[in-house]
C-alpha cells in the first residue's frame, strides 16, 4: 500500500462513528458492534500493510500532505509513517479491535449499544489521530479528542452519580495537564517559527539552547503525566473504572494513557538536549511505579486493582523513556497491551458472570465454572509478575537492565523497579487467589458461567500474544523491535541493557526471583483461611495503601473545596451582585426615566394641544426677546 493512503487508517474508525451516529439505531445490536468492529479490523489489516516495508528493514520514514490548516504556524493536517507511528497505529488497531469485539457481548441488552460504539469508534480515530500526526498542532488536536472521548465513555452510565462524577474527574485532572502541553507547544513555536515535526527535529540541536529544552521537556512532562497518569496526576484513571469494562481495557491498553509515553518518545530530539528534564521524567515514572504498587496491594475492587497496576506499569514505561531506553520503553508499552487488555477483559467477564459484582473478597472458586477466563487470565497473571518466558518478563527486565547499566543514579530506579516488580507480583497473586481460587464467597442467588464465545477468543487471542509477544525483542528474533524502531530515533543516543552475559543473566535472574517471590508470596498468603487476619495485621499501613493514602481527600480539602468555594464567591458575589447588579441596576434606571417621561404621552388630544400652544408661545417669547 502507498504510505498516500495511511490517512485511511484513521479514516476508518472515524467513518464509522460518524455512521453510526447516523444509522447506528437503525442497525440496532449487534449490527452496530460489528460494524465498528470490523472499521477498526480493516484499519489494522491497513497498518499491517503499510508497516510491512519497516519489518522487512527496507522502509523510510514519510511525510504525507493531506490538506493545509494554518500552514503559517506548520500546522497541516499530514501523516508521518514512520516505525514508531506504525507501532502505535498497530497496538491500537489490533488491540482495539479484540475490545470491541468483546464489548459486543459485554453490552448485550443496553438500551445505548449503537451509542457505545459510535464513541469506541471515536476514541479509535482520536488517538489515531494523535499518533499518526505530523506535526505538534494535529498531535494536540488527536490529545483534546481522546480526553474528550474519555469523558464520554468514563460517565457512559451517566444516571450513576459516581459515574457523572468519575467522568468530570478524569475531564479536569486532564485539563491541568494539558495547561503545561500547550505552553510547551507555545514554546516550540517561539522557538522554531513551526510546530512541523521535520523542521523541530532535524533543528533542535541548532535552534534549542538547553535551558530552553529543559523547560519545553519539563512542561511535554507535565501533559504527559495528566495524560498517563503519573505523580502528581494520577487520580482520575482509578475513578475511571466507573465506566463499562470494555473501556477500562481501551483507556489502559491501547489509547489515552499511552499517549504519554508516546509524546515524550516522539519528542526524543528535544529530550536528548534535556539530560535533566529526561531524569526527572525517569524520576516521576520511579516514584509513580513503587507509589500506585502499594496502592494496588490493598484495592478490593476487581477493577481498581488493575487501575493502579495500570498506573505503576505505566511508571516503568516512563522510567525508560526519561533513561533514553526508547525502545525498551516502548517494548513494554507493546506487551503490556496485551495482557493488561487481557486482565481487563478478563475483569469484566468475572463481572459480567458475577451479575456485576466487583468486590473480589466476595468471589472465588470461580475456576471451574469459568474455564476459559481462568486459564487466559492465569496466563495474563503470569506475563504482568514478570514470569519468563512470558511477554511481560522480557520487556520489564529490558527496562531494569538498562537502569542498572547506566550506573550512577539511574540504579537507585533499578532499585525501585525491583522492589515494585516484587509487588506488582504479590498484588496480582493475591487478585488471582481471591477471584479464581479457594471456596466460593458468592451472595445468594449468584451462579457464575462463563461468557459467551463472542467474549472468550479475544481473551484467548490476547493470551497467545501475552505468551510469545515477547520474542519480538530478543535475540531469538535477531532483536527484530529494536532495529524495527531504529529509523524513527536517528541522530538520538539510545541506552541498552548491559552487553556482558554474565551480568544480563544476573538482572534476569533476580527479576524472575522478585517476580517468583511475589507471585508465592501472594499464593501462600491468600489459599490459607487466615488471609483477613494478615490483612488487619498491617493495621494503619493496610488502611493507609487501601485509601491510597488519603490523596483523593488532599486533593478534595486543598484544591477541590476551596476551588467550589471560589467558584461560588465569584459566581454569588462577584457575578450575581457587581456585574448582574450593574446590569440590572442600568435596567431600572432606564425603566424610572420611563415612568417619569411616559407622562408625557397621555394620547389624549387636549394635552397634546396644551403642550404644543405653551411650545408655541414660549417660540414666541423667545423670538422676541431676541429681537429686543
Given at each position: ?8 487508517i484513521?479514516?476508518?474508525?472515524l ?12 442497525l ?6 460489528w ?5 477498526v479490523g480493516?484499519s489494522f ?34 501523516i508521518?509513517w ?8 498497530l497496538?491500537v ?14 453490552m ?6 449503537h451509542?457505545?460504539?459510535t464513541?469506541?469508534n471515536l476514541?479509535?480515530g ?8 505530523g506535526?505538534y ?8 479528542l481522546?480526553g474528550?472521548?474519555?469523558?464520554l ?25 494539558d495547561?503545561?502541553?500547550m ?11 513551526t ?15 538547553e ?10 512532562l507535565?501533559g504527559a ?11 482520575w484513571?482509578?475513578?475511571a473504572?466507573?465506566?463499562p ?8 491498553a ?10 515524550v ?6 529530550f536528548?538536549l ?10 516521576v ?5 513503587l ?28 522510567m ?8 525498551a ?7 503490556h497491551?496485551?495482557f493488561k ?11 459480567h458472570?458475577?451479575?456485576?459484582l ?24 503470569l506475563?504482568?509478575?514478570g514470569?519468563?518466558?512470558l ?11 538498562a537502569?542498572?547499566?547506566?550506573g ?5 530506579l533499578?532499585l525501585?523497579g525491583?522492589v515494585?516488580?516484587l509487588?506488582t ?5 493475591r487478585w488471582?487467589v481471591?477471584?479464581f ?6 451472595p ?8 459467551p ?8 487471542v490476547?493470551a497467545?500474544l ?7 525483542n530478543?535475540p531469538l528474533f ?5 532495529h524495527?524502531?531504529?529509523?524513527a530515533?536517528?541522530?538520538?543516543t539510545?541506552?541498552h ?7 544480563f ?9 522478585a517476580?517468583?517471590?511475589g ?30 493514602y488519603?490523596?483523593d ?9 476551596p ?8 459566581a454569588?458575589?462577584v457575578d450575581?451582585?457587581?456585574v448582574?447588579?450593574?446590569?440590572e ?13 411616559r ?14 400652544l ?11 426677546w431676541?429681537a429686543?
Amino acid at each position: 500500500m502507498s504510505g498516500e493512503l495511511t490517512w485511511l487508517i484513521i479514516a476508518l474508525p472515524l467513518g464509522g462513528a460518524v455512521l453510526l451516529h447516523f444509522l447506528g439505531r437503525f442497525l440496532g445490536e449487534p449490527r452496530a458492534g460489528w460494524l465498528a468492529s470490523l472499521t477498526v479490523g480493516a484499519s489494522f489489516a491497513l497498518s499491517a500493510w503499510a508497516a510491512w516495508p519497516f519489518i522487512q528493514g527496507n522502509g523510510h520514514p514519510e511525510q504525507h500532505l493531506l490538506f493545509s490548516w494554518m500552514p503559517e504556524v506548520g500546522a497541516s493536517f499530514e501523516i508521518r509513517w514512520d516505525p514508531l507511528s506504525a507501532l502505535m497505529a498497530l497496538v491500537v488497531t489490533g488491540v482495539g479491535f479484540l475490545i470491541h469485539v468483546f464489548a459486543i457481548g459485554y453490552m448485550h441488552g443496553d438500551p445505548r449499544f449503537h451509542r457505545f460504539f459510535t464513541y469506541l469508534n471515536l476514541f479509535t480515530g482520536s488517538m489515531l489521530t494523535l499518533v499518526l500526526a505530523g506535526n505538534y498542532a494535529m498531535l494536540f488536536l488527536g490529545w483534546e479528542l481522546v480526553g474528550l472521548c474519555s469523558y464520554l465513555l468514563i460517565s457512559f452510565w451517566f444516571t450513576r452519580p459516581s459515574a457523572a462524577a468519575a467522568g468530570k474527574k478524569a475531564f479536569v485532572v486532564n485539563r491541568i495537564g494539558d495547561f503545561g502541553f500547550m505552553i510547551a507547544l507555545m514554546l516550540i513555536f517561539a522557538s522554531f517559527g513551526t510546530l512541523s515535526y521535520p523542521t523541530v527535529f532535524e533543528q533542535a540541536a541548532e535552534v534549542l539552547p538547553e535551558g530552553t529544552a529543559t523547560l519545553i521537556g519539563l512542561l511535554l512532562l507535565v501533559g504527559a503525566a495528566g495524560k498517563s497518569a503519573q505523580v502528581p496526576l494520577y487520580v482520575w484513571l482509578p475513578d475511571a473504572m466507573e465506566g463499562p469494562t470494555p473501556v477500562s481495557a481501551l483507556i489502559h491498553a491501547a489509547t489515552m494513557v499511552t499517549a504519554g509515553v508516546y509524546v515524550v518518545a516522539r519528542s526524543a530530539a528535544i529530550f536528548e538536549l534535556a539530560p535533566t528534564a529526561s531524569f526527572v521524567v525517569a524520576a516521576v515514572g520511579a516514584v509513580t511505579a513503587l507509589w500506585a504498587a502499594t496502592i494496588a496491594v490493598a484495592q478490593n475492587d476487581i477493577k481498581r486493582v488493575l487501575a493502579y497496576s495500570t498506573i505503576s506499569q505505566l511508571g516503568y514505561m516512563f522510567m525508560a523513556v526519561g533513561l533514553t531506553a526508547y525502545v525498551a520503553g516502548l517494548f513494554h508499552l507493546m506487551t503490556h497491551a496485551f495482557f493488561k487488555a487481557l486482565l481487563f477483559l478478563g475483569a469484566g467477564s468475572v463481572i459480567h458472570a458475577m451479575g456485576d459484582l466487583q468486590d473480589i473478597r466476595r468471589m472465588g472458586g470461580l475456576r471451574s465454572r469459568m474455564p476459559v477466563t481462568f486459564a487466559t487470565v492465569g496466563l495474563a497473571t503470569l506475563a504482568i509478575a514478570g514470569i519468563p518466558p512470558l511477554a511481560g518478563f522480557w520487556s520489564k527486565d529490558e527496562i531494569l537492565g538498562a537502569a542498572f547499566a547506566q550506573g550512577g543514579p539511574a540504579v537507585a530506579l533499578y532499585l525501585i523497579g525491583l522492589v515494585t516488580a516484587l509487588l506488582t507480583a504479590f498484588y496480582m497473586g493475591r487478585w488471582f487467589v481471591l477471584v479464581f481460587l479457594g471456596e466460593p464467597r458468592w451472595p445468594e442467588g449468584v451462579e457464575p458461567h462463563e461468557s459467551p464465545r463472542v467474549m472468550t477468543w479475544p481473551l484467548v487471542v490476547l493470551a497467545a500474544l501475552s505468551l510469545v509477544g515477547g520474542f519480538v525483542n530478543t535475540p531469538l528474533f535477531g532483536l527484530g523491535l529494536e532495529h524495527f524502531l531504529e529509523p524513527a530515533f536517528e541522530g538520538v543516543t539510545l541506552a541498552h541493557p548491559p552487553e556482558d552475559l554474565l551480568t544480563f543473566l544476573l538482572l534476569a535472574g533476580l527479576g524472575t526471583a522478585a517476580g517468583l517471590a511475589g507471585v508465592a508470596m501472594g499464593y501462600v498468603t491468600y489459599t490459607r483461611p487466615t488471609w483477613e487476619r494478615f490483612e488487619a495485621g498491617l493495621g494503619r499501613i493496610w488502611d493507609a495503601w487501601s485509601r491510597g493514602y488519603g490523596i483523593d481527600d488532599l486533593y478534595g480539602r486543598t484544591l477541590v473545596v476551596p476551588g467550589r468555594r471560589l467558584a461560588e464567591g465569584l459566581a454569588f458575589g462577584v457575578d450575581a451582585r457587581l456585574v448582574d447588579g450593574a446590569v440590572e441596576g442600568l435596567g431600572r434606571l432606564v425603566a424610572r426615566l420611563g415612568q417619569v417621561v411616559r407622562g408625557v404621552q397621555t394620547g389624549l388630544v387636549r394635552s397634546y394641544g396644551v403642550v404644543f400652544l405653551a411650545g408655541l408661545l414660549l417660540v414666541m417669547a423667545l423670538t422676541v426677546w431676541r429681537a429686543g
